[in-house]
């Protein structure tokens, strides 16, 4: 048995549960060649995506993507320790703005304090390799026991978090601390937000520190987009804040490809959506965006949706050499 066939068990549980966390998990991931920290900013399960194909589990779905931010919240980002609880009396909560409480991001705040503590406790027992002696880490193979990446991705969209940016300091902070400068900090993100002024520290803290986004694309037309992600963002929205960043930050662009729909048969993305999709990346690198290579990945665990299937590994690589041929991009294909 070969090192990706012993891990694949690792590769298709990448559950958010770890020791007493509940902010920081750690998954082995084959994207990732190793360990990946991940950070889940979104206790909510809040996304402004629906996709046919997620994995998460939403108590809520019809009503999250009305929730979107279309503008800076009304309050600074607080740590929750020092939000006092809401049948506090009037003297407790006399230092915080009444607006914290009536803003709509408030159930978004996550314990920063809390955030960072889980994230040093983690990385020292990585750092002190006791993380490989816990089950079930301890079966995964040599090959895979490196650290690859801290990843901001969880249960719904980093960026839609009111605490993106003070979450990257304090990954930052950990990094450092550590000084773990081979460890990437990686946003992985359905581009949805990445317009929204609150959101830009974090992304240029992130580009000071050599950061990578990998922006989410599984569409070339609205119809395909709408298909697939069920957002009510528009995907000319998509579009542009991929090309924004992209100008001024290299991107890594992450596309799933499932089969769906086609009457309970579940047909692959078309080929005229495929020369659709293709061209959008030709009109990114035109505008001048940075991308640095495509990830094509399918489904390797339970979808939301019953009609989706995993397609085929073929299909992947021609979706892959249509993309090299017409833009000279890279394809990666993951199985
Ligand atoms: S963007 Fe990610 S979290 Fe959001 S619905 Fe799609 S797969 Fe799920």
């Known amino acids: 048995m070969d090192t990706e066939e012993a891990d694949a068990k690792f590769f298709q549980n990448h559950g958010r549960l770890f020791e007493d966390f509940s902010l920081v998990y750690p ?25 046919v194909y997620c994995q998460v589990q939403r108590q809520e779905r019809a009503s999250v993507a009305d929730e979107l931010p279309t503008s800076s919240p009304q309050t600074p980002c607080l740590d929750s320790s020092k939000i006092p609880p809401l049948n506090a009396a009037p003297s407790e909560t006399a230092s915080v703005s009444q607006s914290a409480y009536s803003s709509p991001f408030n159930k978004r705040y996550v314990d920063l304090d809390r955030l960072e503590q889980e994230l040093m406790t983690l990385s020292q027992w990585i750092v002190e390799h006791r993380f490989w002696q816990m089950p079930p880490f301890d079966q995964v193979t040599q090959v895979h026991q490196r650290w690859n990446d801290f990843a ?3 249960d719904g969209e980093p960026t839609a978090s009111p605490c993106f940016s003070e979450a990257v300091k304090r990954i930052v902070k950990v990094r450092q601390h550590f000084g773990l400068t081979d460890v990437k900090i990686i ?17 240029e803290l ?15 037309t609205p119809e395909y987009y709408h298909e697939m992600n069920r957002s009510r963002v528009p995907f000319e929205r998509i579009l542009e804040n991929i090309q924004t960043v992209s100008q001024r930050f290299p991107v890594v662009i992450q596309t799933l490809l499932v089969n769906h729909g086609g009457d309970g048969q579940g047909k692959p993305m078309s080929g005229a959506e495929v020369e659709a999709y293709r ?52 394809g990666v294909v993951y199985r």
């Open 27 to 51: 998954v082995v991931s084959r994207r990732a060649g190793g360990l990946s920290v991940g950070i889940n900013l979104s206790p909510d399960q809040f996304c402004p995506f629906r996709c």
């Open 152 to 154: 901001l991705s969880g």
């Open 187 to 203: 946003l992985i993100t359905s581009s949805t937000c990445l317009h929204l002024p609150q959101v830009q520290e974090g992304l």
């Open 206 to 220: 992130l580009r000071e520190h050599g950061g990578e986004i990998w922006a989410k694309l599984d569409a070339g």
């Open 279 to 330: 061209e959008c990346l030709k009109g990114l690198l035109v505008a001048g965006g940075h991308i640095r290579y495509v990830q094509l990945h399918t489904i390797a665990r339970s979808p939301a949706e019953s009609d989706v299937s995993a397609v085929s590994h073929e299909f992947m690589e021609h979706v892959a050499d249509r993309v090299r041929r017409h833009t000279g991009l890279r």
